[in-house]
T-cell receptor
Framework: DGGITQSPKYLFRKEGQNVTLSCEQN?????MYWYRQDPGQGLRLIYY???????QKGDIAEGYSVSREKKESFPLTVTSAQKNPTAFYLC????????????FGQGTRLTVV | GEDVEQSLFLSVREGDSSVINCTYT??????LYWYKQEPGAGLQLLTY?????DMKQDQRLTVLLNKKDKHLSLRIADTQTGDSAIYFC???????????FGKGTSLLVTP
């Protein structure tokens, strides 16, 4: 099946620990994105990557880091510097042209305990 | 990004039409999108409209675009209980291909 896969679906982290969220796509898409969703806040862009080995900060990049070593993979690390990490994280990908649909994963719910 | 504005809640009766409104920010946006999110899931593209169009119809969905007012609406005809979800309006950011989303409208369809 072609698609975008996020894992795990639920993740618990202790305060002060880094944690990495996985995002893999087999759609041969150039562009990948990470969004954070909080109740009443909609989706806010954390990081995006338009091509392998390149990525840019979105609106709320502080406390997060990413890498794009392979076209298929765009992992997001939530560091201990992120003050309020509990949220629903959504990964997306698109072909990277002007009008292309962004396909979303099913999300990872991160809870800091 | 700048704010894309949507009303937060809408409640309709089954069989009625639903209209969800959105005001976007970038007059140069070439494509505007409507996504649907069911509880605990990712987003699913419903439809999109190119900025040189005023209207697009796709089965029960009708999108209206008023470029002068930067206003976008999504009409769902014959709304069903399965349409209950959060609906997001989105435009592209100025640079790159990332989408700038509104806060989402929660649609509740009652029997």
């Amino acid at each position: 099946d072609g698609g975008i896969t996020q894992s795990p679906k639920y993740l618990f982290r202790k305060e002060g620990q880094n944690v990495t969220l996985s995002c893999e796509q087999n759609l041969n898409h150039d562009a990948m994105y990470w969004y954070r969703q909080d109740p009443g806040q909609g989706l806010r862009l954390i990081y995006y990557s338009q091509i392998v080995n390149d990525f840019q900060k979105g609106d709320i990049a502080e406390g997060y880091s990413v890498s794009r070593e392979k076209k298929e993979s765009f992992p997001l690390t939530v560091t201990s510097a992120q003050k309020n990490p509990t949220a629903f994280y959504l990964c997306a990908s698109s072909a990277g042209q002007q009008n292309t649909e962004a396909f979303f994963g099913q999300g990872t719910r991160l809870t800091v305990v | 990004g700048e704010d894309v504005e949507q009303s937060l809640f809408l409640s309709v009766r089954e069989g009625d039409s639903s209209v969800i409104n959105c005001t976007y920010t970038d007059s140069s946006s070439t494509y505007l999108y409507w996504y649907k999110q069911e509880p605990g899931a990712g987003l699913q593209l419903l439809t999109y409209i190119f900025s040189n169009m005023d209207m697009k119809q796709d089965q029960r969905l009708t999108v209206l675009l008023n470029k002068k007012d930067k206003h976008l609406s999504l009409r769902i005809a014959d709304t069903q209980t399965g349409d209950s979800a959060i609906y997001f309006c989105a435009e592209r950011y100025d640079s790159g291909y990332a989408l700038n989303f509104g806060k989402g409208t929660s649609l509740l369809v009652t029997p």
